[in-house]
C-alpha cells in the first residue's frame, strides 16, 4: 500500500505559461524603449525645427480648399489665406500657369510671391509645396516651405534695370532705346500714324569736362535729362545713349508736334546750368527723322536723325534740323572737305593774304588783318567760310590757327628785317582754342620764336566768347592781355554784349559787324546802331573799326558817326606779301 501524505500539490498556472514578474519586466522594457523613442522624437523635432529657423525658412500648410491653416514663425508681410492668392502675386509665372497646378493638385517649386503690394517698399517670398494625400488617395492639402528673398529680388532688379538703363540719369541705355523703338514703330504700324526720332548733342560739352571735371559734366548731364523731360510729352521716350547723346521717341506725334517741343527744349537751355559754385551756359543741337515718312529701317532713321543733327551744328550749333534727303551729300560734302582741309596743311597749299585798315582822315595804314586761303589744285580758291566752318568742327580750327600764327610772325620778321614800317597784325582766335590750357604758352613760344614784340600782334575774338563762361576762357584773354597783345573783339553788336561785359573782359578794340556796315545808306536803324556802338566805345575809350566798307557813302557815314578806322574792299582787297610790299612802298 502506498503513503501519498507527502506528495506535492498540482500548480495552478499552466504549462509554459510566463510568471508575472517575467511579464512585468517586458512590459517595463517596452515602456522604457517607447520612452527613448518618444525622447528621440522630440530631440528630432527640436533640431529639425532649430534648422528649419537656422536655415531662415518657413513651414506652411493648408488644407483641402487650399486655405493656409498653419504657418510656423512670425511673418508680418504674410497676407495671403488661400494658396489662390499666390496667382495674382507672383512675381515669376504666370496666374494661369500658377492656378493650373493647384487645381491638378501637383508640385510646385520656388514660386516668388510679392507680399506687399507697395512697390516701393515690397517683400517678396519663395514658396514651394507638395501635395498631401490619405492612404486611398484624397487629395488632404498643402505642406511646403518659404522663404523671404526680398534682397535678392531686388539686387535682381537692379543688375536688370542696370543693364537696360543708364546708371547716371536712370533714363533707358542704348539696348532699351532699341526695343521702345521697335515697339512705337510697330504700334503705328496698325495705326498709320508717325514717330519721330529726336537726336540730341550738346554744344560744346567737352569743355564742361576739361575745365570744371568729370563730376561737373556728370551733374550737368542729369540736369539736362530733367529739362529735356519737363519738355516732352508723357508718352515720349527719352533715352540716353551714351556720352552727351540722348534720343527721344516720340510716338503717334507730327513733324508739328516735334517742331514745337524741339523749339521749348532748345528755349528751356537758355537758362544758365547750376554746376556746383559755377553757372554754365550749355546749349543743344537737334536733329530729327520721321517713321515712315524718311524711312521705314530703325537703323536708319537713327542715322538720319543723327545725320540732321549734324547739321544742326554745322549751321551754328543751338539749333534744330529736319532730315532730308540731301543731307546725304552733304555729310559727304563735309567728310570730303575735312580731308581736304587735312591734305591742304600737309601738302603746303594753303597760304596767308593780308588786308590792311586805313585811318579815314589821314589814309594812313594802321593795321593788317592777317586772313587764310586754300588753293585747291582742282577747284582753285576755297572761299575760307567753307573750309573754316568745317575746322571749327574739330580740332582742325587749332591746326590752322597755328599754322597762321607761325606764317604771319615768321613773314612779320621778314619784313622787319628789310625795314619796312609794319602797324600791328590782327590775327583770329577761334573759341575752341581759347578754351585750350595751351594757348598762352603757344602765342608767346611763337612770338619769341620770330622775336615779334607782343604790341605787334592784335588777337581778335568773337563776341560769342563773351558768353563762354568757362574759367580757361577769361584766363586764357587776361593772361595774352598782361603779355602785352591787344585783344580785339569781332563781329560786335550781332550778339548781347553789353557795358558790364566789355568793362569786365579789357577788350581794347571792338570792331563794328560787317552787317551793320552793308545797312548804312539804306537802313536808319543800322544808323543808329552803329551810332550808338561809338558812343559806347567812346565812353570806355575802345578803338573802333568799321569793317566790310564796300563803297565811300558807306565810309562817309562810318566817318560822320565818328568811326574813323576802317577795313574793306573799297580801300583795299586782302593782299599777298608781294602785292602788300608794292603798297608800302608808295606810302614811305
Known amino acids: 500500500m502506498t503513503d501519498n501524505t507527502n506528495k506535492s500539490k498540482p500548480s495552478n498556472r499552466s504549462a509554459g505559461q510566463p510568471s508575472t514578474d517575467i511579464i512585468r519586466k517586458k512590459l517595463d522594457k517596452k515602456i522604457l524603449a517607447l520612452d527613448e523613442e518618444r525622447r528621440k522624437l522630440l530631440e528630432s523635432e527640436a533640431r529639425f525645427k532649430d534648422f528649419a529657423e537656422a536655415s531662415a525658412e518657413w513651414l506652411w500648410e493648408s488644407d483641402e480648399r487650399l486655405n493656409i491653416s498653419l504657418v510656423s514663425g512670425d511673418l508680418d508681410d504674410f497676407s495671403f489665406s ?41 517683400s517678396y517670398m519663395r514658396v514651394s509645396g507638395k501635395p498631401i494625400f490619405d492612404a486611398k ?35 533707358p541705355n ?27 548733342d550738346l554744344d560744346y560739352f567737352k569743355k564742361v569736362n576739361d575745365t570744371l571735371g568729370h563730376d561737373a559734366g556728370d551733374t550737368l548731364l542729369i540736369q539736362v535729362a530733367e529739362r529735356i523731360s519737363a519738355c516732352a510729352r508723357s508718352t515720349d521716350i527719352l533715352c540716353r545713349l551714351g556720352g552727351d547723346d540722348f534720343v527721344m521717341v516720340m510716338e503717334g506725334a507730327s513733324p508739328q508736334d516735334g517742331n514745337r517741343i524741339v523749339r521749348e527744349i532748345i528755349a528751356a537751355f537758355e537758362a544758365p546750368f547750376k554746376l556746383h559754385d559755377e553757372l554754365v551756359y550749355c546749349t543743344v543741337s537737334v536733329g ?22 549734324f547739321r544742326a551744328k554745322q549751321n551754328g550749333r ?85 599754322f597762321v600764327l607761325e606764317e604771319c610772325c615768321a613773314q612779320l620778321r621778314l619784313w622787319l628785317d628789310a625795314g619796312y614800317k609794319i602797324p600791328r597784325l590782327s590775327v583770329n582766335i577761334s573759341l575752341r582754342h581759347l578754351r585750350s590750357a595751351h594757348l598762352s604758352a603757344l ?118 558817326s565818328g568811326c574813323n578806322t576802317m577795313q574793306g574792299y573799297f580801300d583795299s582787297l586782302p593782299l599777298t606779301p608781294p602785292e602788300l610790299e608794292k603798297k608800302l612802298r608808295k606810302l614811305k
Not at 507672383?90 to 512697390?119: G, P, R, Y
Not at 532705346?177 to 526720332?197: A, D, M, P, W, Y
Not at 530729327?288 to 543733327?309: F, I, N, Q, R, W
Request: hydrophobic residues 40%; proline residues 2%.
Open 288 to 309: 530729327v527723322s520721321v517713321y515712315p515718312d524718311d524711312t521705314k529701317d530703325p537703323e536708319l532713321l537713327l542715322s538720319y536723325a543723327d545725320l540732321a543733327m
Open 137 to 171: 488617395g484624397v487629395f488632404l492639402g498643402y505642406r511646403g516651405v518659404g522663404r523671404d528673398v526680398s534682397e535678392e529680388v531686388s539686387l535682381k532688379s537692379r543688375i536688370e534695370f542696370l543693364a537696360t538703363h543708364d546708371d547716371l540719369t536712370g533714363l
Open 318 to 402: 543751338n539749333g534744330f534740323e529736319f532730315y532730308t534727303a540731301g543731307l546725304n551729300s552733304i555729310a559727304h560734302q563735309w567728310l570730303d572737305m575735312e580731308q581736304g582741309v587735312r591734305h591742304a596743311l600737309k601738302e603746303k597749299l594753303l597760304f596767308l593774304v593780308y588786308q590792311p585798315q586805313f585811318d579815314y582822315k589821314t589814309n594812313e595804314l594802321v593795321g593788317l588783318e592777317v586772313l587764310l586761303r586754300w588753293r585747291h589744285p582742282q577747284r582753285g580758291l576755297i572761299p575760307p567760310l567753307e573750309f573754316i566752318k568745317v575746322a571749327e568742327q574739330s580740332s582742325l580750327i587749332n591746326q590752322l590757327e597755328e
Open 174 to 200: 542704348r539696348s532699351l532705346f532699341r526695343q521702345r523703338l521697335e515697339h512705337s514703330i510697330s504700334k503705328v504700324e496698325r495705326t498709320g500714324k508717325q514717330v519721330l526720332l529726336l537726336f540730341f
Open 443 to 560: 602765342i608767346n613760344t611763337v612770338t619769341k620764336k620770330h622775336a615779334i614784340s607782343p604790341e605787334l600782334l592784335c588777337l581778335e575774338i568773337s563776341e560769342s566768347a563773351l558768353f563762354d563762361n568757362v574759367d580757361e576762357v577769361k584766363h586764357n584773354i587776361q593772361r595774352m592781355k598782361n603779355a602785352g597783345f591787344q585783344v580785339s573783339l569781332d563781329d560786335f553788336g550781332m550778339g548781347f554784349s553789353s557795358l558790364k561785359d566789355l568793362k569786365e573782359w579789357a577788350v581794347d578794340e571792338v570792331k563794328i559787324d560787317q552787317r551793320f556796315v552793308a545797312g548804312l545808306v539804306s537802313s536808319k536803324e543800322d544808323r543808329q546802331i552803329v551810332k550808338a556802338i561809338v558812343a559806347l566805345c567812346n565812353a570806355l575809350g575802345l578803338h573802333l573799326i568799321g569793317e566790310g566798307v564796300e563803297s565811300k557813302e558807306q565810309s562817309e557815314i562810318l566817318a560822320d
Open 82 to 122: 488661400n494658396l489662390a492668392d499666390f496667382s495674382t502675386a507672383s512675381h515669376n509665372h504666370s496666374s494661369n500657369e500658377i492656378l493650373k497646378i493647384l487645381q491638378a493638385n501637383e508640385k510646385f517649386v520656388d514660386v516668388v510671391v510679392q507680399s506687399n503690394a507697395e512697390a516701393n517698399n515690397a
